[in-house]
C-alpha cells in the first residue's frame, strides 16, 4: 500500500512510520521540520520517501498526493498552550491544515483518510469515562476546537466526496522521542535544578495516558479491522494517572533525593487545560486490540526512556 503520513518525523509519526515500513507498505513522510527531527526517521534511510514540506502549501500537498492509497494526518501544532498566545496557530495548523489536505486528496482521487484527534473534543465531559458517542461536544481550548472541525471537515468531505475515514480520538500519548508534554518537562526542570520540582495545578489533574507504539500500533490495526464510512474511536486505556503521581514516578526514575515537589495551585495546570479526562476504550478493545502498557506504567517507561534520551 502506498501510504503518505504527514508529521510523519514528528513524535507519534515517526513511531507510525515504523510501523507501516514493517507492514511492508511504501511511505511517503510530508513534514516541514518545525517539531519533527530527522534522526526520528533515519534509520529508514531510502527505503521511504521524505517530502520537506508545509501542508499550508496546497500546491505542495497535491504534489505529494499522486499515487496515494491512505493518508494518515498527524501533523498538528503538538503544543496546546501556545493557543493561547498565537491564537491562530491551531485555526492554520489544524484546522486549515485539514481542509487543504482533504482537497488535495479530492483533486488526486485519494478516498481514506486516518486522522489524529484528541479527547481534548469532549470538552469537560460530564460523562467518565467518555465514549465516543457523548455529546454535545464543547471543547474549551483553541487546539480542541481546532481537532473537532477537522473532524467536521473530513466527515463532510465523506458525506460530499465519498471518502473513508477513521477520527482516532487520543488520550496523552507517551514515549520515546517524545519532545513535549508533562514528562518531558518535568526531566528538564529537574535537570535544571535536581532538588525542585514546580509542578503547575494542584496536582491532582487526572488524565488517561497511552504508550506510543501501542498508538501507533492501534491505529494501524483500526485501518485494517473496520471499514465503516466513518470509523471513530477512542485511543487510550481504561484508567488514569494524576499529574501528582507523574511528577513522583519522574523524581523516582531520576534517583534524585529530597526533591521538593511543590504546586503552583489551582485545577488546572494551564487556560483551556481539561482538570480530568478518562475515556472509554471499549470500542477499541472490542476489535482485539490489547495495549502492553496501562497509564502509570506508560508513564514510568516514558519517564525512564527519556532521561536516557535527554542525558539527564
Given amino acids: 500500500m502506498n501510504v503518505l503520513v504527514t508529521g510523519g518525523a514528528g513524535f507519534i509519526g515517526s513511531h507510525l512510520v515504523d510501523r507501516l515500513v514493517a507492514r511492508g507498505d511504501a511511505v511517503t513522510v510530508f513534514d516541514n521540520m518545525s517539531s519533527g527531527r530527522a534522526e526520528f526517521i533515519a534509520h529508514h534511510g531510502d527505503s521511504i520517501r521524505f517530502i520537506d514540506g508545509d501542508l499550508l502549501d496546497l500546491d505542495a500537498v497535491k504534489a505529494a498526493m499522486n499515487g496515494i492509497d491512505l493518508v494518515f494526518h498527524l501533523a498538528a501544532n503538538p503544543d496546546i498552550r501556545l493557543g493561547t498566545q498565537v491564537t491562530d496557530t491551531d485555526l492554520k495548523q489544524g484546522t486549515v491544515a485539514t481542509y487543504n489536505v482533504l482537497e488535495a486528496m479530492r483533486c488526486a482521487g485519494v478516498k481514506n483518510i486516518a486522522f489524529s484527534s484528541s479527547s481534548v473534543v469532549y470538552g469537560e465531559a460530564s460523562e467518565m469515562p467518555t465514549p465516543e458517542s457523548y455529546g454535545p461536544l464543547f471543547p474549551i481550548s483553541l487546539y480542541g476546537a481546532s481537532k473537532l472541525g477537522s473532524e467536521a471537515l473530513i466527515t463532510s468531505w465523506v458525506g460530499t466526496f465519498g471518502l473513508k475515514a477513521w477520527l482516532f480520538r487520543f488520550a496523552n500519548i507517551v514515549g520515546a522521542r517524545g519532545t513535549h508534554g508533562v514528562i518531558f518537562d518535568f526531566i528538564h526542570k529537574l535537570k535544571a535544578d535536581p532538588s525542585r520540582l514546580e509542578v503547575l495545578g494542584n496536582g491532582r ?19 485494517e479491522t473496520t471499514d465503516e464510512a466513518v470509523n471513530c474511536f477512542n485511543l487510550g486505556t481504561d484508567d488514569t494517572c494524576s499529574v501528582r503521581r507523574i511528577a513522583e514516578i519522574v523524581v523516582e526514575e531520576t534517583g534524585f533525593q529530597n526533591v521538593s515537589i511543590e504546586y503552583t495551585g489551582g485545577d488546572r495546570g494551564w487556560a483551556g487545560d481539561v482538570p480530568k479526562t478518562m475515556l472509554d ?3 477499541l478493545i472490542a476489535t482485539g486490540f490489547e495495549t502492553n502498557f496501562n497509564s502509570e506504567a506508560a508513564i514510568r517507561h516514558t519517564a525512564s526512556t527519556l532521561i536516557q534520551e535527554i542525558g539527564l
Fill in 205 to 223: 489533574q487526572e488524565k488517561s495516558y497511552m504508550e506510543v507504539i501501542d498508538c501507533a500500533h492501534a491505529m494501524v490495526h483500526l485501518t
Fill in 281 to 283: 476504550p471499549s470500542a
